[in-house]
């Protein structure tokens, strides 16, 4: 995570972007989601993905029989981007009104990730940790069917909004409250399932 | 929201499509942010943004000074995606654990809304309803100052994943408890802030 080069350099509140690396794996480490975008005869698509993390790279997977999956395997053009949404901001003017929120957007090309099951492994223990020595391994048949794609963190920005709310002098005689709404991901009891 | 075309066909797991607009609108007005992804000299980027529902068209602002949103308003191509993740579903096999989820891509160009009350009052009464009937409304100047951008629902995919765990028979002999984690998003107790 070198120093923001033109295409991930925050023009707009580019008071928000973070340069720590520490904190560009925390927001990755917390996310459980995120959205990879691809290009396909110019319109762009994006979609959600399970990923984990692996020192300087993010990783997920999709099956072979993905169209846009084969043009990440391909080394198409992506983007990468996780946000976790913390709070709404409340201020006493609508233009101020605002949210709390981390982001990552992570710009690059994928890489095949040949050596499957310790991507597979990292990319489940993000998500729940210690349910990998567990579960039946991949088969050979579902390895082959699984493309797992790396995506090195190289070119990132990474934003954070986390101020009080602003206010301008216009804002004088509206007398309302003012503050932050926090929002948090709650994993619930888990809910035993009769197999399908 | 017809009979999807070439361009949102589920391909992988078809069966997770769902054709009901109640569907789509409930999703949508669940959601808090949703991600629009366009593309600028051939890469995609894709940045979360607060959005609101108006009938058959999504709505989202943004600033004038930005890239992205100048090329948004002049009708580039783009996507418009909202994932909602409702739990984790854990199966016997590595490869049949899976999440349950409701998303939405939406396919389309922006048009820009000239009457910029009303959209933003909506955007606002999307994610804190009420609070628009009492903040200071948008000013000339700041109202110049924000794009705000209409996507029709014309193109749209919606997928709903909700099933119990899979299983196959090579499963048999690994006695792992089965079911869903479920995820809720919490919103916390109001927490009063100095403004900035």
Do not use: N
Not at 15 to 35: F, N
Not at 45 to 50: E, L, Q, R, S
Not at 57 to 85: D, E, K, M
């Amino acid at each position: 995570m070198g120093a923001p080069v033109d295409r991930t350099r925050v023009r707009r509140l580019p008071e928000l972007q973070v340069d720590d690396p520490a904190v560009l794996h925390d927001i990755l480490d917390a996310g459980t989601i995120g959205h990879v975008s691809i290009v396909h005869d110019g319109q762009p698509y994006a979609i959600p993905v399970a990923y984990g993390r692996s020192g300087s790279s993010v990783l997920f997977h999709g099956s072979t029989g993905s169209r846009l999956f084969r043009l990440l395997a391909q080394g198409a053009p992506c983007c990468f981007t996780v946000t976790l949404l913390d709070g709404l901001v409340l201020a006493r003017s609508a233009f101020e009104t605002s949210m709390h929120y981390r982001s990552v957007m992570v710009l690059g090309s994928c890489a095949v990730v040949d050596d499957k099951l310790p991507a597979l492994a990292a990319i489940s223990e993000h998500i729940v940790p210690g349910r990998w020595a567990v579960v039946r391994p991949p088969s050979r048949k579902e390895l082959a069917a699984t493309l797992v794609l790396a995506l090195s963190l190289a070119e990132v920005s990474v934003k954070v909004s986390a101020g009080p709310p602003g206010t301008s002098p216009e804002d004088a005689g509206f007398d309302v409250w003012t503050g932050v709404v926090p929002f948090r991901v709650e994993r619930g009891e888990p809910i035993e399932c009769e197999e399908e």
